[in-house]
């Protein structure tokens, strides 16, 4: 079985610069959600894709935008990059209707703004 | 607004001794809990989970955690910590069962000495 992973694993950029980072999601998993750890935080809920629409949206401006595909992979896509946008980004996967509220998540993308 | 506090943000520990991790969270209704570890250059990982029934519940290895909603609270244990223990603790709390959107608190950072 196959885990959750995401790319790139770093990347540096520079303010008003675009970014996507990318997930494949575990094998038979049908739900995507993306978080934000910035240093020394929690994890914040950006957003989550469920049937390759949105499904939920936490506290982020709509320069956030994401995009999950047939086979379920996903994308994070960061317009107009800000300094604060540094941080890991996290990708999860889950099965949605089994409702075991268990998130698997990747390694992560650590994007740096400069 | 569910949040969750984790008011230790740095613990030491030595190995073989216990181990308790604070959590305190605010919910309006019955919350969906959640321990998750992680450990440097790995994504998070989901150590147990409290839905409802019994207030004590076991997780993966070797830990506890105890739901008090007097106390608003959901502490993790380990009766005897080893040193591969040592990672970043979050709590989280879901707001519906089987949502998967989680806030999370903003972790303690678990040291072990010999």
């Known amino acids: 079985e196959t885990g959750v992973t995401q790319s790139p694993t770093h990347l540096i950029k520079t303010r008003g610069q675009q970014v996507t980072l990318r997930c494949s999601s575990q094998?038979?998993?049908?739900?995507v959600s993306w978080y934000q750890q910035a240093l020394g935080q929690g994890p914040q809920f950006i957003f989550q894709?469920?049937?390759?629409?949105?499904?939920g949206r936490g506290n982020f401006p709509p320069r956030f935008s994401g995009l999950q595909f047939p086979n379920y992979s996903s994308e994070l896509n960061v317009n107009a990059l800000e300094l604060d946008d540094s941080a890991l980004y996290l990708c999860?996967?889950?099965?949605?209707?089994?409702?075991?509220?268990?998130?698997?998540f990747g390694e992560g993308s650590r994007l740096t703004v400069l | 607004a569910q949040s969750v506090t984790q008011p230790d943000i740095h613990i030491t520990v030595s190995e073989g001794a216990s181990l308790e991790l604070r959590c305190n969270y605010s919910?309006?209704?019955?919350?969906?809990l959640f321990w998750y570890v992680q450990s440097p250059g790995q994504g998070l990982q989901l150590l147990l989970k409290?839905?409802?029934?019994?207030?004590l519940v076991q997780g993966i290895k070797g830990f506890e955690a105890e739901f008090k909603r007097s106390q608003s609270s959901f502490n993790l244990r380990k009766p005897s910590v080893h040193w591969s223990d040592a990672a970043e603790y979050f709590c989280?709390?879901?707001?519906?069962?089987?949502?998967?959107?989680?806030?999370f608190g903003t972790g303690t950072r678990l040291t072990i000495i010999p």
């Open positions: 999860a996967s889950s099965v949605k209707g089994r409702n075991t509220g268990e998130l698997f």
């Open positions: 094998s038979g998993h049908n739900t």
């Open positions: 894709y469920y049937r390759e629409e949105e499904n």
């Open positions: 919910y309006g209704a019955t919350p969906y």
């Open positions: 409290y839905f409802s029934g019994d207030t």
């Open positions: 989280a709390v879901g707001d519906n069962f089987g949502n998967e959107k989680l806030t």
